[in-house]
């Protein structure tokens, strides 16, 4: 099977490069010449595309609906062209797709699907992104997590993959949650349960403090709690979940560490997105 990538990161280089190994013929557009082997680059959208039965984009797809994220390509691709230049029997596969980027592929009667409504890929992809979210508080941090008092914000996927590596490092870990449900099963796992509504109560107490949930959270008024010695790291999707010019004019260490798994696992990250895609092609029926 023909399979266009188009743009992206390390990811998306070596998602390409493992679907040529299982034998597809690879076609590559968006990256520069020094990124990728010439073998596979096309130099034009238009031939990128043609006889492609899928067209994969990057994850994140796109930054503001406009543009495609092509973080390795010095020129600027339009998601308007792509869709205008794909046909209908052709499959369209990305990350993080809006519903303003789904109705420009409806009116070209393309038929878009997210990677990131697949729970293989959000679970997985936990995985990279936790232990790169333990890296970053390694880094940053002047003493060690064993023993050291951590909180995450939330228990969704991501809360629960990070909450585990904690606990495996010795963390005295404590899991921040609204449900009555969740608090019940972060007990059972034998972290600290915290309901959100008490968050202030255990805020200066933290050595690192992980959020995991795409709102605001930690705003001033939890931040006025928060020790200058304690270090934040925000692993949410945009919006995220910390005011970040607040905690700079505290004094405050926080990190927006977004995209971990491609700047710090890039390998098993795509082989995560191969297997969801393989999956995708399994039902679809796409030969």
């Given at each position: 099977?023909?399979?266009?990538i188009l743009g992206?990161?390390?990811?998306?280089?070596?998602l390409?490069?493992?679907l040529e190994?299982d034998?597809?013929n690879?076609?590559?557009f968006?990256?520069n010449e020094d990124?990728v082997?010439?073998?596979i680059l096309?130099?034009s959208?238009?031939?990128?595309l043609e006889?492609?039965k899928?067209v994969i984009g990057?994850?994140?797809?796109t930054?503001?609906?406009?543009?495609l994220?092509?973080p390795?390509y010095s020129?600027k691709?339009p998601?308007?062209?792509i869709?205008?230049?794909?046909?209908?029997?052709?499959?369209?596969?990305?990350?993080?797709?809006?519903?303003e980027v789904?109705k420009?592929?409806?009116?070209?009667?393309?038929?878009?699907?997210?990677?990131?409504?697949?729970?293989?890929?959000?679970?997985?992809?936990?995985i990279?992104t936790?232990?790169?979210?333990?890296?970053?508080?390694?880094e940053?941090?002047?003493?060690?997590?064993?023993?050291?008092?951590?909180?995450?914000?939330?228990f969704?996927?991501?809360g629960?993959?990070?909450?585990k590596?904690?606990?495996?490092?010795?963390?005295n870990?404590?899991?921040?949650?609204?449900?009555?449900k969740?608090?019940?099963?972060?007990?059972?796992?034998?972290y600290?349960?915290?309901n959100?509504?008490?968050?202030?109560?255990?805020?200066?107490?933290?050595?690192?403090?992980?959020n995991?949930?795409?709102t605001?959270?930690?705003?001033?008024?939890?931040?006025?709690?928060?020790?200058?010695?304690s270090?934040?790291?925000?692993i949410?999707?945009?919006?995220g979940?910390?005011?970040?010019?607040?905690?700079?004019?505290?004094?405050?260490?926080?990190i927006w560490?977004?995209?971990l798994?491609?700047k710090l696992?890039?390998?098993?990250?795509?082989?995560?997105i191969?297997?969801?895609?393989i999956n995708?092609?399994?039902?679809?029926?796409?030969?």
């Amino acid at each position: 099977m023909q399979i266009t990538i188009l743009g992206g990161d390390e990811r998306s280089i070596r998602l390409a490069y493992l679907l040529e190994e299982d034998g597809h013929n690879v076609i590559a557009f968006a990256f520069n010449e020094d990124k990728v082997d010439p073998r596979i680059l096309s130099q034009s959208l238009e031939k990128a595309l043609e006889k492609s039965k899928l067209v994969i984009g990057p994850i994140p797809l796109t930054h503001d609906n406009v543009l495609l994220n092509t973080p390795l390509y010095s020129e600027k691709v339009p998601l308007e062209e792509i869709f205008y230049k794909m046909m209908p029997n052709q499959i369209f596969i990305g990350g993080k797709i809006s519903e303003e980027v789904y109705k420009l592929a409806k009116s070209q009667d393309i038929k878009a699907i997210d990677l990131m409504d697949r729970e293989e890929l959000s679970v997985l992809n936990g995985i990279p992104t936790a232990e790169g979210a333990i890296q970053v508080a390694m880094e940053e941090m002047d003493i060690v997590l064993h023993g050291a008092n951590g909180l995450v914000l939330g228990f969704g996927r991501m809360g629960k993959i990070l909450a585990k590596k904690l606990q495996g490092l010795d963390v005295n870990v404590y899991v921040a949650a609204r449900k009555v449900k969740d608090l019940a099963w972060i007990e059972s796992y034998g972290y600290t349960p915290v309901n959100l509504v008490d968050l202030k109560d255990y805020l200066k107490n933290m050595d690192v403090i992980f959020n995991t949930i795409p709102t605001m959270i930690l705003d001033e008024e939890m931040l006025l709690d928060i020790n200058n010695d304690s270090l934040i790291v925000d692993i949410a999707s945009v919006p995220g979940g910390v005011d970040f010019e607040k905690a700079k004019e505290l004094n405050l260490k926080s990190i927006w560490a977004l995209g971990l798994p491609g700047k710090l696992a890039a390998k098993t990250a795509a082989i995560i997105i191969k297997n969801t895609i393989i999956n995708i092609i399994e039902e679809l029926g796409v030969i």
